[in-house]
């Protein structure tokens, strides 16, 4: 059956118009609340992602693309190693020995904070662009 | 109790995982196993790995079955029916999964006092007693992931960036046209039945 582009997925675009911000806040609440609750940045950068992939599912990938080019992705999945290993890099800057967080701040335990925060914001920027790419990556081949 | 809804659950896990061997139809076997990757995750919650189960959920049942969605809309969503069954195939499937039962012989059972976690109490105890001074987040798993193992998590992080490049240059992405910059219709709009649209494509 063949529906005329107007009448296609009217409900499903209103809805995911509705469900997108709510998406990609509780993104960045298992993000950011990581260190006291369930999640982190594997999670939350699959949560994220899959906002963009249900705009891309509802409005095509056009449209999507525009958001969310492939050269921002590109630039979001080498950003966020690099953000991880540079945390790693300013420890021993610090004087402490890589991914030793204790030597970012005065406090050791106010170091790991920073340090576990660099890190999984690392994680999280590499996990949306790299899931993103691939929807983009099945998505656009056809 | 929690031990009848491990069985339910593993129970439900063996009939989805028949069930997707039987299927023909390749969309209803996708959809199975994302029914089986959230089973599967219930089942995580319930041995209060929640942590894991997160994972299982967002990316088992989530993203990795639009991806097989994907995947699908190169091919067709029958599976060719085969004229002959291979005994050779059902052989080496028969002993593999023999090999892989007789391997968890060995291993302890759930919550066993001899697994390799309680016989070192130094790391488990060590972990349980001691992050909350030395590291400080609440979540053990976050303080291990990030902190005591932040090594490990930069290397499963360039993984994760490793399958990206893979993907990147196995199927490439289109470069960018013009008309990927300004839609020519006003957001919100439909887009043109000639665009890239995936849902109507499967509906079709």
Do not use: C
């Amino acid at each position: 059956m063949k529906l005329y582009p107007r009448q296609r997925h009217r409900v499903l675009q209103v809805v995911t118009k509705l469900v997108i911000p709510f998406v990609l806040m509780f993104g960045l609440y298992v993000q950011f609340h990581g260190d006291y609750g369930p999640g982190g940045g594997f999670q939350a950068g699959v949560i994220f992602a899959s906002a963009f992939i249900l705009h891309g599912l509802i409005f095509g990938l056009q449209r999507t693309r525009a958001v969310l080019s492939p050269t921002v992705l590109r630039f979001m999945m080498a950003s966020g190693v690099l953000l991880y290993a540079g945390t790693g890099l300013v420890t021993m800057l610090f004087g402490g020995t890589l991914l030793d967080y204790d030597v970012l701040a005065h406090d050791p335990l106010h170091g790991q904070h920073w340090g576990i925060f660099a890190v999984e914001l690392g994680v999280g920027i590499t996990v949306t662009a790299v899931m993103v790419t691939l929807f983009y990556g099945f998505a656009s081949k056809r | 109790m929690d031990t009848f809804i491990i069985i339910v659950l593993l129970t439900f896990l063996a009939i989805i995982a028949i069930g997707i061997i039987v299927l023909r139809d390749l969309l209803g076997a996708v959809i199975l196993l994302g029914a089986y990757s959230l089973t599967a995750a219930s089942a995580f919650v319930v041995m209060d790995a929640v942590d894991v189960a997160f994972t299982e959920a967002a990316v088992g049942s989530g993203v990795s079955t639009i991806l097989f969605l994907g995947a699908l809309s190169f091919t067709k969503h029958e599976q060719k029916p085969r004229g002959h069954d291979s005994w050779l195939a059902l052989v080496f499937v028969v002993v593999t999964g023999g090999l892989l039962i007789y391997g968890t012989l060995d291993m302890p059972h759930f919550g066993s006092a001899i697994s390799a976690a309680q016989t070192h109490p130094d790391l488990a105890v060590r972990f349980l007693e001691q992050s909350g001074a030395e590291v400080g987040p609440p979540n053990i798993v976050t303080s291990v992931l990030a902190s005591y193992r932040g090594y490990d998590t930069l290397g499963e992080t360039l993984v994760v960036f490793a399958a990206g490049v893979a993907v990147l240059s196995l199927l490439g992405l289109k470069r960018r046209r013009p008309e990927d910059d300004a839609p020519e219709h006003a957001p919100g709009d439909t887009p043109a039945p000639d665009s890239d649209d995936f849902l109507a494509e499967r509906a079709e």
